[in-house]
Every structure is written in structure tokens, then in C-alpha cells.
């Protein structure tokens, strides 16, 4: 069921300003450097892009649809692990991290700090939500908070 949400939860500001930065920043690659680049000191190229696009649909869509905790969650853990393969040079085949992006030691920063801040978070920070007559439940952002 998707939810709509008047409260702006911590779980909700961090999945929107992710979800934000990263459409910006999917956004700027492709319009300066759609194949290969650098943008901020941060190495781009098509997929990587295209990951940062999706990262922040899917960052703005959580933050609207009741999901930002579960995005926080996900997101978080996927930056996270990302950001550790990262540090390892013998994940690099031409250049790339496992064959399929360019990333430098920016992006892998980038990716460690932003997958810390979202799965703690995500993990951390738990918001209620309270039904018709059934009262307050763990689980979703809140919907209302007074």
C-alpha cells in the first residue's frame, strides 16, 4: 500500500537529500561526461551514471512512498560494501571496480561516509506510525505526527 507522508521524518530527509545529490550528480555526468570523466574530482562514466540516476529516483520516490527507512537500509549497505570493494586494487579489471565502473579514491569515500550515514540511519532511527484504533506499530515512516 503506498503511503503518503505530512511528516518530515530523519528516515525521510536522508533518503530526499540522497536521492537529490545523486540525481544531480547522475544528471551533470551525463551531461558532461556521458562516457568517461571527471566531475568534483569524482571519476564518472555511462554506468556509473546511470547508477547515480536510479540511486536518486529511487532515493526521491522512497522519501514520498512510506519506503525512506527501507531505502536508508538498502541503499546504505549496497554504498557500504561498495565503498570497501572499492579499497581493494585487485577488484580493478581495466581500470574499472569489478569490470564495470570507473571509481577513485573520492567515489570510494563518497561511498563509504554516505553508505555509514544511511545505514545507521536506516538501522537506527526508528519513527512510529500510528493506525485507526490499532496504535502505535514500528515499521513505516510516519505519516502524521503531532
Known sequence: MIQTQAAWTVNRIVAFVIGILFLILGIL???LHPT???IFGFQVDLVHNLVHLVTGILGIGAA???????FNQVFGIIYLVLGILGLFPGLYF???????MHVNGADNLLHL???IVASAVGFFVHEYETGPAS???IGRDTPDRP
Open 29 to 31: 555526468g551525463l551531461i
Open 94 to 100: 581495466a581500470g574499472r571496480l569489478l569490470g564495470i
Open 64 to 70: 514520498y512512498t512510506g519506503q525512506s527507512r527501507r
Open 113 to 115: 561516509i554516505v553508505g
Open 135 to 137: 496504535g502505535p506499530t
Open 36 to 38: 568517461s570523466g571527471n
